[in-house]
Each structure stands twice: as C-alpha cells, then as structure tokens.
C-alpha cells in the first residue's frame, strides 16, 4: 500500500504565493506520472499539472507561468510552486500519481489541502 500525504495549503491574499508539497510512502518501487488536480465548490475536479518521469510537463493554461511542479525523486515528493494567486485559484489541490507498488502499476490520491486566495 502506499499512501499520499500534501501539505503547505492555507489562505493566502491575491498576489501571494504557496508551496504545496506531496510525500509518497509505503512499498514503492518507482514512480511514473505525478500530477497535482484542484476542485472548486461546486465544480469538477480538474488536472492542473502533470509530469512524466521523463520529465515532460504539461499544465493547463490558466496556471502556464504562475505555477511550477518539480519532483524529487530520491524523496518521492512532488511540489508545485503556486505565485501570483488569484482568487479563481481556491479549491482543494490534489496529487496524484501512478505507482509501481512492487504488486502492478496503480494510481493513488492524496487526501487535499485546502488553498484559499483572498483578501
């Protein structure tokens, strides 16, 4: 089994910036895609950014420029820098990642944090 732990959400004024962090543990052999998903009240769980192990980054439009995933590998943690933060960006952040559990290839969750902009 292996588990998902985020950290680093909070309230943060327009502007500001948030670091998000995800630690994967448990019976990992290696890990393929990360990503972070965001869902706001009332809407969709939508993909923010995603990483290959080969390093290919995709992020969706409204964050390109403002926000930057990185991965350390030797501590199977995932980040995503998020500056200047506008309101629209409040929800609760997600990460994602396809594992190699020493069993099959499976995708796990994290369990959220809130990021909330405001003033």
């Known amino acids: 089994q292996v588990q998902l732990v985020e950290s680093g959400g909070g309230l943060v004024q327009p502007g500001g910036s948030l670091r998000l962090s995800c630690a994967a543990s448990g019976r990992i052999l290696s890990i393929y895609n990360m990503a972070w998903y965001r869902q706001a009240p009332g809407k969709q769980r939508e993909l923010v950014v995603t990483?290959?192990?080969?390093?290919?980054?995709n992020y969706q439009d409204s964050v390109k420029g403002r926000f930057t995933i990185s991965r350390d590998n030797a501590k199977n943690t995932v980040y995503l820098q998020m500056n200047s933060l506008k309101p629209e960006d409040t929800a609760v952040y997600y990460c994602?990642?396809?594992?190699?559990?020493?069993?099959?290839?499976?995708?796990?969750w994290g369990q959220g944090t809130q990021v909330t902009v405001s003033s």
């Open positions: 990483t290959t192990s080969g390093g290919i980054i």
């Open positions: 994602y990642e396809v594992v190699n559990d020493y069993v099959s290839r499976r995708a796990y």
